[in-house]
């Protein structure tokens, strides 16, 4: 996430072991950041990730608090409001997370599903 505000390029050696996990998390934070936007290039184990103005999009958090956390922090850096579903999941690792980013000043709202 922060590849996409840095300058030029930022590229992530060695992200194959990533892959290996329960899911592809690799591949499942690069699908989420494109919908907002992020212009990234992939090898099985680099990630190169380019300056990128990213915009609010609706994320699927995949029921994994890594990729949910990893998207609050795109969406509170994009244009536009995101939607992020499995927002629970922060608490996984992170119990107060909403409250936390709250703190700092991040405008969060919990909907209610339908």
């Given at each position: ?17 990533c ?27 680099t ?10 999009a609706?994320?699927d ?6 990729i ?45 599903s339908?």
């Amino acid at each position: 996430v922060l590849g996409c505000k840095a300058k030029g390029k930022t590229v992530l050696y060695n992200i194959s072991a990533c892959r290996l996990k329960e899911t592809d998390r690799a591949k499942s934070i690069m699908a989420e950041l494109t919908k907002m936007g992020a212009k990234l290039e992939e090898t099985n184990d680099t990630l190169t990730i380019h300056h990128s103005d990213l915009k609010g999009a609706f994320i699927d958090g995949r029921h994994d608090h890594r990729i949910v956390m990893a998207s609050s922090v795109a969406a509170m850096i994009a244009e536009g409001p995101s939607v992020i579903t499995d927002a629970e999941f922060a608490a996984v690792s992170f119990p107060n997370y909403y409250e936390s980013m709250k703190a700092l000043g991040a405008s969060i709202d919990r909907l209610q599903s339908v």
